[in-house]
């Protein structure tokens, strides 16, 4: 009887010890979302991340993959992850402005000088005071990544003054700012989520869009699209979202571990934009788009036309805000 009782003791006690290792080791698998194959700019800060996590994190965390829009458009992820269906998701902050109005600022066009000035004013008190603002609207944002500059495509004719804009039917991602400004220099501008991109311009729904090279490239738009004018008109800026359902099961360490990887995520995100621009621009013209590049003086001449939009944004979002980051040093 006495031997059974140990034994009882003994698979009360090694099931125990199995729960208890099950459990230390129970790994939870997180779903991250983006737009774009894995080779572009989002999708090599994911992977980095996802080769990263299970070593940081002693195995306790793994992440899974969707790219391509997988999980919908990024308006639907940034949803998917304040309702807990996403756990992190990588997306412009087009849509974002809709959930976390605070980060519509950084949307202004012609507002960053160039990526060194964007990035250190994103990584610095101004992006971080931003990004804490993500908690109270349901969202965890850990860190600020990037889309790159935006240049704007067409079927229809070159572009190269606001002129040349006049009644052209624009796709734009649903962003109020970007929308006041392209109708204040006559375009017609159509929000849409990216997926329906393609298509739209294949049917000739609208007439163009405007995105940085790497997106033009790695969505292969230069099979609907004839003209593309370097405007730059402005830096598209990203965020690594999580969700706070995912996010508040962790330990404090896990929640600095997965802080820091979306941040060195980022910062090879941000490598990749910039060579897929510097690769992209002769690679679309070998592709047969016809290419623009746009003088000083003719990129003025957009920021000028859009004077109208930034008395509205100075309104909007308080003119010492917007002057604090364009002087930021
Ligand atoms: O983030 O919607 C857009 O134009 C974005 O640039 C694209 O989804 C990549």
Redesign the pocket.
């Known amino acids: 009887m006495h031997i059974l009782k140990l034994a009882a003791k003994g698979i009360l006690f090694s099931a125990g010890l199995g729960l208890a290792l099950g459990a230390a080791h129970a790994q939870t698998v997180l779903k991250m979302g983006f ?2 194959p894995v080779t572009a700019h ?1 999708g090599v800060g994911a992977a980095y991340m996802q080769q990263e996590i299970e070593k940081r994190t002693g195995g306790r965390y793994k992440l899974e993959l969707f790219p391509n829009f997988a999980l919908g458009g ?1 308006r639907e992820m940034t949803e998917g992850a304040q309702l807990g269906t996403i756990d992190l998701v990588i ?2 902050t ?1 849509p974002v402005g809709n959930f976390v109005p605070d980060t519509l600022i950084t949307d202004i066009p012609f507002l960053f000088r160039d990526y060194n000035h964007a990035r250190s004013v994103l990584d610095g008190p101004i992006g971080q005071a931003i990004l804490a603002k993500c908690t109270a609207k349901g969202l965890i944002c850990l860190a600020w990544s990037e ?1 790159g500059f935006r240049h704007m495509t067409n079927s229809k004719r070159e572009i190269k003054a606001p002129e040349d804009t006049k009644g052209l039917k624009i796709r734009t ?1 649903e962003n109020p700012v970007h929308m006041t400004a392209f109708r204040t220099i006559g375009v017609l501008p159509t929000p849409m ?2 997926p329906e ?1 393609f298509g739209a311009l294949q049917q000739g729904t609208v007439d163009g ?1 405007e ?2 090279i790497g ?1 033009i490239t790695s969505a292969k738009l230069f099979q609907v699209q004839k003209h593309l004018s370097l405007t730059g008109h402005l830096y ?1 800026p ?1 965020m690594v979202l999580m969700s706070p359902a995912a996010y508040n099961k962790m330990s404090d360490a896990d929640k600095k571990t997965i802080r820091e990887l979306a941040q060195e995520g980022a910062n090879i995100t941000r490598k990749r934009v910039q060579q897929l621009e510097a690769d992209g621009i002769e690679e679309l013209r070998k592709s047969g788009m016809q290419v623009k590049v746009l003088t000083i003086d003719e990129k003025a001449s957009f920021q000028k036309a859009m004077a109208p939009a930034y008395k509205e944004f100075g309104a909007k979002f308080g003119q010492a805000n917007i002057d604090a980051i364009g002087n930021y040093k």
């Open positions: 737009g774009l989002y990024e997306t412009s087009g889309n991602m989520a990216f991109v869009q995105n940085p997106v598209s990203a």
